[in-house]
Each structure stands twice: as structure tokens, then as C-alpha cells.
């Protein structure tokens, strides 16, 4: 006997569900819209802190060695002796960076220590130029305020034209900026640190050179050589090194090594050092061309220096509207160098440019001009309380834009604040108003809290990605 089969059971047609209209579409892409905005507007406000930080250790570095060279001196008020055991100790520190941990690390050149302290870090072969003729004159002032802003600021030299004194200064990384060029030896090879990438020098432009240095923590940086811009000095900030030197290599294997840096000019020694610090570290030296340094080899970069200077001079007296005029020099000795206009816009819309997620990385920015007063207050506050400070953070991770790094950025002068919003494309459009200033302040301020439905920088008063 057949058994009925319950109707229940039955498979029912599947219910037709109704396309939705298209005001809903247009409402869930504007929400969804709102909340990528409201996310990529939190986490640019959060590297904005990293680039502040950068920034405040470019503008504290500018303002010690500007009074230790330059502001200090006063013809009408002699200098105490308190003082100048001070700017002694500043100025010695720049070049002996690191000594505490390694006695025998090598420091800069004497002919580059004047590179190291001036502070805007010219070139040291070009100031040596102009060294060499502050001491035959006998004008009676510090060698940094008689080129500057005394008797020496109007001398042009044909070996070193002022131009180019102006146009190559050399750049010093900061502590974070450093970290985007160390790199390691793993399993033989060596590898970005950060990113994981293999080092290969063979990429780039043709006849680029690469240099290295070791420091006294046995850390390794390394970065392609730009004349006048970008020297072993630059990595450790003038500080003293274990090794320094070239060296080439292809998919992170390492092909030849040359123990050669006209700033710290590298021993014997010195080369071992490196060489046994890759061979603990697993490097194979069997197929490296290895190669230490000699004075011939300096004399003929020596001769290559000149014959660029040369070259260069027969093209920089025409960029007369970039030079800065006497005048205005007079005023360095207790302000800040400010770049030209065209100087600061390439170099803002380069720093723009290159901008993905590499934060200070390379950052080659103009210095801000921060009040003397300013810089005074923030390192007031830093003594006073320090919950909001980059160097000593708060125990909340840095996994929201909420957390602590946007707060801590309105600890820092708002003439930083500014310039690292612009670096991250947060620069407001609208004219400066109360109430914007009003807006500007309080989504910098540490109690503020910004929502996650919505950032407190809309799409009118927010540059857009470029």
C-alpha cells in the first residue's frame, strides 16, 4: 500500500526576492564610500604623526647647531667659559656618535668635521674651500658666522662658487629615516630589512655607484651615492662607523666590495671587520673581487671633485633667481635657512609624489621655519609630561587611526603639524577661518575622538588622492 507523502514536505518554489531600488544602491555606496574616507583619513592622520616626528628631529638638530655655530657669537658681549665648554661638547658629539660602544670605530675625516656641524650640512670638500680662506683673513670671527653672516658672506670663490656651496648640501637621515636603508644578511644574502627585498645594485641608473656603512651596533646601511646630496655621512648622521666602503651585488649576492669613503677613509682594519661580520652571518666571500683603499685612490676622486666643480660652474651662475641675496643672509644667524620657492615646491611635490606608506623614508622635505619660542615650549612639555611622546608611548597599540598617534601630534609645533599633513595629501583646501582653524585644531587635539561612520575632514575641505 503506497504511503502518502506529507504536502509539507514538498519542495517549495524558491521565493523571488525584489531587485533593490536604485535610491538604496546610491545610499550603500555613499555609506560605503563614507567609511573607506572616514579609514584612509584616520590612517593618513596617523603617519602624519611618524612624518611630525621626522620633521621636529630635523628642526631640534638645525636650532642646537645654529647657536653652536653661529647665533652664539656677539661682539658686544663676551662669550662665558660655561658656554663654550657647551658648544665644544655639541659640536664634538656630532662627529663622535657612537664611540661609547665601540672605541676603534672610525670617525669622520677632519676635512668633513665642519660638515657635520654646520647646520645646514654643505658639502665639507666645499667648506673646506672656504675654510682655507677664513684662515688667511683676520677678521676675528667664528669661521660659521664669518660665512654666513660676517665678513665672509659676500667672498665667491672661483675653486667653490657660492652657488654651488648653496646648491650641495649633504643629507643627514634621522633615526627613522635611517631604518628604510638597513639592510641584513640572511642565508648568504643580502636583504632589505623592511621589505624583504633582495639587494641588487645593478638596478638604477648606469655607472651609479652604492655605499655602505657598518655602524658601531654592527647594523648595515647601504643606499645609492648622489654627489653633493647623498654621502656615507648621510646614513649615521656624521656619527662614527665600524666599516664604510662600495660594494655591488645581484639578487642580494654579493660581487665585489671596495673599501673606500673620502668622509671616513677606511683602514685595513676596517675592511676585516666588515668581511667577518658577513662571514658570521653566512655571506660566502669565495666569489667576491674584494679591494682596499689607497691615497691614490683619494687623489683621483680629488681630481674628479674638481673637474665637476668645474663643469657645474660653468652652469650654476645661471640660475642667479634661485641664489639668496646678501641681505638676506644676514638674518641666518638666528633664523633658519629657508629653501628657495622653487627649491621648496620640486621638493614638496617629490616628497608628494613618492609618497606610499613609506612614511619619513627618504623624505626630502623643506625644513619649517618653528619659532625659536616654539621649540622652546614643545621640549618644556616633553620634561613636564611626557604620555603623548613618540619615544615613550602609551601601552594602547597603534592598530586604529584613534589611538595614540593622532593625539600625540598636536604636542608637536603647529608649523610641523602643517607640513606633515601636507606631506600625507591633508592639506585643507578652504581659506584659513575661525571656524576652520576651529576644525583644524580640534582633529589634531589628543582628546579628541574621531568616529568610525565619519572623519572629521569631509571631501570639501580634503585633498584627494594624487
Not at 276 to 292: A, C, H, M, P, Y
Amino acid at each position: 500500500m503506497d504511503q502518502e507523502w506529507p504536502a509539507e514536505l514538498d519542495p517549495q518554489p524558491a521565493e523571488l526576492e525584489s531587485p533593490p531600488s536604485p535610491s538604496s544602491t546610491a545610499a550603500a555606496a555613499t555609506k560605503l564610500q563614507k567609511v573607506y574616507r572616514s579609514y584612509r583619513t584616520r590612517r593618513r592622520l596617523a603617519d602624519s604623526a611618524v612624518i611630525a616626528e621626522e620633521l621636529w628631529w630635523q628642526v631640534l638638530e638645525y636650532a642646537r647647531l645654529n647657536h653652536s655655530t653661529v647665533s652664539f657669537f656677539n661682539f658686544s658681549k663676551p662669550e662665558s667659559a660655561i658656554s663654550r665648554w657647551n658648544r665644544i661638547s655639541l659640536n664634538a658629539s656630532k662627529v663622535g656618535q657612537g664611540l661609547s660602544k665601540d672605541s676603534k670605530a672610525l670617525k669622520l675625516a677632519f676635512q668633513h668635521w665642519i660638515e657635520a656641524i654646520d647646520p645646514r650640512h654643505r658639502y665639507g670638500h666645499n667648506l673646506h674651500v672656504y675654510y682655507l680662506k677664513w684662515c688667511e683673513s683676520d677678521a676675528g670671527q667664528p669661521f660659521f658666522y664669518w660665512l654666513n653672516v660676517g665678513d665672509g658672506r659676500n667672498v665667491d670663490l672661483q675653486e667653490c662658487p657660492r652657488s654651488l656651496l648653496r646648491q650641495q648640501c649633504i643629507k643627514y637621515l634621522g633615526p627613522q629615516e635611517r631604518q628604510h636603508y638597513e639592510y641584513v644578511p640572511i642565508e648568504g644574502k643580502i636583504v632589505h630589512k623592511q621589505n624583504g627585498e633582495l639587494l641588487d645594485t645593478s638596478n638604477g641608473p648606469k655607472g651609479a655607484k652604492w655605499i655602505f656603512v657598518m655602524s658601531a651596533s654592527k647594523n648595515l646601511y647601504a643606499g645609492q651615492k648622489k654627489k653633493g646630496l647623498f654621502h656615507h655621512s648621510s646614513f649615521l648622521a656624521g656619527g662614527v662607523t665600524l666599516a664604510a666602503g662600495r660594494f655591488t651585488a645581484e639578487n642580494g649576492v654579493l660581487k665585489s666590495i671596495w673599501a673606500y669613503s673620502g668622509h671616513y677613509k677606511p683602514s685595513e682594519e676596517n675592511l676585516n671587520n666588515f668581511l667577518t661580520f658577513l662571514k658570521e652571518n653566512g655571506v660566502d666571500l669565495d666569489e667576491v673581487q674584494i679591494r682596499s683603499s689607497s691615497n691614490e685612490d683619494y687623489y683621483d676622486e680629488s681630481k674628479e671633485d674638481q673637474v665637476e666643480k668645474e663643469a657645474e660652474s660653468a652652469v650654476l651662475p645661471k640660475l642667479t633667481h634661485v641664489e639668496v641675496p646678501a641681505e638676506t643672509e644676514k638674518s641666518l644667524s638666528a633664523e633658519p635657512a629657508e629653501p628657495s620657492e622653487v627649491e621648496a615646491g620640486a621638493e614638496v611635490g617629490e616628497a608628494k609624489g613618492t609618497y606610499k606608506r613609506t612614511l619619513s623614508g627618504g623624505l626630502q622635505s623643506p625644513r619649517a621655519d618653528v619659532p625659536k619660542k616654539s621649540i622652546l615650549e614643545r621640549i618644556k612639555s616633553k620634561r613636564e609630561a611626557r604620555s603623548y611622546q613618540l619615544g615613550n608611548q602609551l601601552s594602547l597599540k597603534w592598530c586604529t587611526g584613534a589611538g595614540p598617534r593622532i593625539g600625540c601630534v598636536a604636542d608637536y609645533p603647529v608649523e610641523l603639524r602643517t607640513q606633515a599633513l601636507e606631506l600625507v595629501n591633508l592639506s585643507p583646501r578652504l581659506p584659513p577661518t575661525p571656524n576652520s582653524c576651529r576644525l583644524f585644531g580640534s582633529c589634531l587635539s589628543p582628546t579628541s575622538v574621531v568616529s568610525h561612520g565619519e572623519s572629521k575632514f569631509s571631501g570639501d575641505t580634503v585633498v584627494d588622492e594624487v
